[in-house]
């Protein structure tokens, strides 16, 4: 697919995962390493990046909760409905070998990470997957976890999933368990939640890699609206995966991030 203009695809399937959330199934060969993301494009709506995983050798999956008018708009559409689509852009997670690894997902953002599963499983990984979201009815990833062989903790804010607990403390207690060996872990989903697993990770001495959301224009680092302030890092080119140890240092990591017009948003 084009880096600059996109490439129209029609909705092969849709499927409901969990409340107000969905995944958009194309027909596509594109190629892309877990973690990398597509821009999708509305005609007379917009254009937002959106990570991306596959469920089949020939299919592509985009998940989506309605969150924005883009997404609300997105969850409009039907089977045949064709949108644009450019990409793969940025840089993916790093392929762990052998290892055991440890994933953590909040809400739709598990979604990159089912990907990274996938790969990481064909590579001899050995993986315990944590879920987490505030309700049971909010909870995406669960049976694709399982079925690629991995041992999934599910972690609600009320309790009706799994414990009654933040999914960051299911990984506190992961870490801290000394039967429990951890080569690396890798997280997706609210920026406070990655946060707090890249400061867990950086306390216990574990490599760790997170993917970053920011405002996209571009997608591959010429607009600069995705820049970390102080550094000038483009999450979309030199991004969207870090290393934990590397996020923290961003100023406005966990703390504030930037509108479309350049507006400090706190989190």
């Known amino acids: 697919m084009?880096?600059?203009?996109?490439?129209?695809?029609?909705?092969?399937?849709?499927?409901?995962?969990?409340?107000?959330?969905?995944?958009?199934?194309?027909?596509?060969?594109?190629?892309?390493?877990?973690?990398?993301?597509?821009?999708?494009?509305?005609p007379r709506v917009d254009e937002k990046p959106f990570g991306v995983w596959r469920a089949g050798k020939k299919e592509i999956c985009i998940t989506v909760s309605a969150v924005g008018n883009f997404s609300r708009k997105l969850h409009e559409l039907k089977v045949g409905a064709?949108?644009?689509?450019?990409?793969?852009?940025?840089?993916?997670?790093?392929?762990?070998?052998?290892?055991k690894i440890v994933l953590v997902?909040?809400?739709?953002?598990?979604?990159?990470?089912?990907?990274?599963?996938?790969?990481?499983?064909a590579c001899g990984c050995k993986i315990n997957f944590i879920i987490g979201a505030r309700s049971a009815?909010?909870?995406?990833?669960?049976?694709?976890?399982?079925?690629?062989?991995?041992?999934?903790?599910?972690?609600?804010?009320?309790?009706?999933?799994?414990?009654?607990?933040?999914?960051?403390?299911?990984?506190e207690k992961l870490t801290s368990d000394s039967s429990q060996k951890i080569d690396a872990v890798f997280t997706c989903g609210p920026e406070l939640m990655m946060k707090r697993v890249a400061e867990i990770c950086f306390e216990s001495k574990i490599p760790c890699e997170l993917s970053l959301e920011r405002f996209m224009k571009c997608g591959f680092g010429v607009c600069g609206s995705c820049a970390m302030d102080n550094s000038?890092?483009?999450v979309c080119s030199h991004g969207p995966v870090i290393s934990g140890a590397e996020a923290l240092k961003f100023?406005?990591?966990?703390?504030?991030?930037?509108?479309?017009v350049g507006k400090r948003v706190e989190f």
Do not use: H
């Open 82 to 99: 064709k949108i644009g689509i450019r990409g793969a852009f940025g840089q993916g997670f790093t392929i762990p070998k052998n290892k």
């Open 2 to 42: 084009s880096r600059t203009l996109p490439t129209t695809l029609a909705i092969k399937k849709i499927i409901p995962e969990a409340k107000g959330i969905k995944t958009f199934v194309f027909e596509s060969n594109l190629k892309f390493n877990p973690g990398q993301f597509v821009m999708l494009w509305l």
């Open 105 to 121: 997902g909040g809400g739709f953002g598990t979604a990159p990470l089912l990907e990274l599963a996938a790969v990481a499983t």
């Open 137 to 171: 009815s909010l909870i995406f990833g669960k049976n694709y976890a399982e079925k690629l062989g991995a041992n999934v903790f599910i972690a609600t804010n009320d309790g009706s999933c799994g414990e009654k607990c933040l999914n960051t403390e299911l990984l």
């Open 251 to 260: 100023v406005e990591f966990g703390k504030y991030r930037r509108d479309s």
């Open 232 to 234: 000038g890092w483009c």
